[in-house]
């Protein structure tokens, strides 16, 4: 059992950034962020492989937001930067363990509790 710890959320201004991180419990060879706004299905941000550091993104974001690792900690970390108001939602860390080109929550096994971001316009 892996445990996830998400930490960085907050309240922003249109504009803004935020970085957020995610500490694991034990190493995972792949990890995402995904969000979810009231009213709406849970979405994949970014995710990367641990092992290679490949990337992928959620258009709505690409551009304006950055998935980093961490091994040595096992920590991931989202840098959003030119958030807008239609950022603002629950953000979830997720582990896994097999590299996909899509951000499912299929590939997933582990979540955390969330946090959550805020984006004023």
């Known amino acids: 059992q892996v445990q996830l710890v998400e930490s960085g959320g907050g309240s922003v201004q249109a504009g803004g950034s935020l970085r957020l991180s995610c500490a694991a419990s034990?190493?995972?060879?792949?990890m995402a962020w995904f969000r979810q706004a009231p009213g709406k299905e849970r979405e994949g941000v970014a995710s990367?492989?641990?092992?290679?550091?490949?990337?992928n993104y959620a258009d709505s974001v690409k551009g304006r937001f950055t998935i980093s690792r961490d091994n040595a900690k096992n920590t991931v970390y989202l840098q959003m930067n030119s958030l807008k108001p239609e950022d603002s939602a629950m953000y979830y860390c997720?582990?896994?363990?097999?590299?996909?080109?899509?951000?499912?929550?299929?590939?997933?096994?582990?979540w955390g509790q969330g946090t959550q971001v805020t984006v004023a316009s």
């Open positions: 034990g190493s995972m060879s792949r």
């Open positions: 997720a582990a896994g363990y097999h590299w996909a080109r899509v951000i499912s929550e299929l590939g997933f096994v582990y």
């Open positions: 990367i492989y641990t092992v290679d550091g490949s990337t």
